[in-house]
């Protein structure tokens, strides 16, 4: 890399960048943002306690359920200390190795959100195509190991990101577009090749979230296809229904990542107000409308909640 031409990543620092246009506006603008984290973390934690505190949600459903709350979680806890940080006290700062783990740990999340979809997407499938094996089909061991093959997946996937931009030389004036680090961002500040990076990373997006979302189709394409074999229309409609809360998720998470994805080809010249406000949508909104659809549309989670407060109530 070479110290002539490079500053000492130790001291380097990254600067991020706020609301565009909105600057003055921070400090009301902090309100709703920190009312979304509130509502997401504390919604997806009380959606794990409840799984994990009753025997009833021991079902792959519920399970899968449970591991889509940690992965909002995780996303959610990610961004909150630069996004707060800058509406609060206007802190953009940030070292270099602080804002790769922050890219690292988001996009991880991400990834595991995406495979946490996906199984879930199956789990709905063999659910209504065999319902007399489901549980068989589908044990404790089998869904504790899709979910450690879904971490161990993101992380092996993410971590050459940062390892590479580790390595290259940073000469000029650090400034991101977001609130946070994102990767798209940070291959924009190297002030050498690239061009690894760049292919890498939409090596992984591609072995990712469009595999993902391709075997997402698959999966509704057989269950629509099972669900038409079913002879009354009452039970396609019940079979269809257990779907509604997963479908709604899925265009959640992934309506607004095309629609950034689409902003940056194809609106690159578009207000860095509406970019910023299409990356927030992407981040903040699933994790904020997931435990909310889930907690309206599952009765047995809305039990399992009222029966978390009544314990509390009853040890109080």
Request: aromatic share 10%.
């Given at each position: 890399?070479?110290?002539?031409?490079n500053?000492?990543?130790?001291?380097?620092?990254?600067?991020l960048?706020?609301i565009?246009?909105?600057?003055?506006q921070?400090?009301?603008?902090?309100?709703?943002?920190?009312?979304?984290?509130i509502?997401?973390?504390?919604g997806?934690?009380?959606?794990?306690?409840?799984?994990?505190?009753d025997?009833a949600?021991h079902?792959?459903?519920?399970?899968?359920l449970?591991?889509?709350a940690?992965?909002?979680v995780?996303?959610?806890?990610?961004t909150?200390?630069t996004?707060?940080?800058?509406?609060?006290?206007d802190?953009?700062q940030i070292?270099?190795?602080?804002?790769?783990a922050q890219?690292?740990?988001?996009?991880t999340?991400?990834?595991?959100e995406?495979?946490?979809?996906?199984?879930?997407?199956?789990?709905?499938?063999?659910?209504?195509?065999?319902?007399?094996r489901?549980?068989?089909?589908?044990?404790?061991?089998?869904?504790?190991?899709?979910g450690?093959?879904?971490?161990?997946?993101?992380?092996?996937?993410?971590?050459?990101?940062?390892i590479?931009?580790?390595?290259?030389?940073?000469?000029?004036?650090?400034?991101?577009s977001?609130?946070?680090?994102?990767?798209?961002?940070?291959?924009?500040?190297p002030?050498?090749d690239?061009?690894?990076?760049?292919?890498?990373?939409l090596?992984?997006?591609?072995a990712?979230?469009?595999?993902?979302?391709?075997?997402?189709v698959?999966?509704?394409?057989?269950?629509l296809?099972?669900?038409l074999?079913?002879?009354?229309?009452?039970?396609?409609?019940?079979?269809?229904?257990?779907?509604v809360?997963?479908?709604?998720a899925?265009l959640?998470?992934?309506?607004?990542m095309?629609?950034?994805?689409?902003?940056?080809r194809?609106?690159?010249?578009?207000?860095?107000?509406?970019?910023?406000?299409?990356?927030?949508?992407?981040?903040?909104?699933?994790?904020?409308?997931?435990p909310?659809?889930y907690?309206?549309?599952?009765k047995?989670?809305?039990?399992?909640?009222?029966t978390?407060?009544s314990?509390?109530?009853?040890?109080?």
């Amino acid at each position: 890399m070479g110290a002539e031409n490079n500053e000492s990543l130790d001291f380097l620092s990254v600067f991020l960048t706020g609301i565009p246009g909105l600057e003055v506006q921070h400090g009301w603008l902090s309100i709703p943002f920190f009312t979304m984290y509130i509502v997401a973390i504390v919604g997806n934690s009380l959606i794990m306690a409840a799984v994990q505190a009753d025997p009833a949600l021991h079902e792959p459903m519920y399970l899968f359920l449970s591991m889509l709350a940690v992965t909002e979680v995780g996303v959610s806890v990610s961004t909150l200390p630069t996004v707060m940080g800058i509406l609060w006290f206007d802190a953009r700062q940030i070292d270099f190795d602080g804002c790769l783990a922050q890219m690292f740990f988001i996009h991880t999340f991400s990834c595991m959100e995406s495979g946490v979809l996906l199984a879930m997407s199956y789990d709905r499938y063999v659910a209504i195509y065999n319902p007399l094996r489901y549980m068989a089909i589908l044990p404790l061991p089998r869904i504790m190991c899709m979910g450690l093959g879904i971490t161990l997946k993101s992380v092996i996937l993410m971590a050459p990101l940062a390892i590479l931009l580790r390595q290259l030389p940073y000469c000029h004036t650090n400034v991101l577009s977001h609130s946070y680090c994102l990767h798209s961002d940070l291959i924009q500040l190297p002030c050498a090749d690239t061009k690894l990076n760049s292919v890498l990373g939409l090596a992984i997006v591609l072995a990712t979230f469009g595999l993902d979302s391709l075997l997402i189709v698959v999966s509704y394409i057989l269950i629509l296809y099972t669900v038409l074999g079913i002879a009354s229309g009452e039970g396609r409609w019940k079979a269809l229904n257990t779907c509604v809360s997963h479908i709604c998720a899925v265009l959640i998470y992934y309506v607004p990542m095309i629609g950034v994805s689409v902003m940056h080809r194809a609106a690159k010249h578009a207000s860095p107000l509406v970019h910023t406000l299409m990356s927030s949508i992407y981040l903040f909104v699933p994790p904020v409308l997931n435990p909310v659809i889930y907690s309206v549309k599952t009765k047995p989670i809305r039990q399992g909640i009222a029966t978390l407060f009544s314990c509390k109530r009853e040890l109080l």
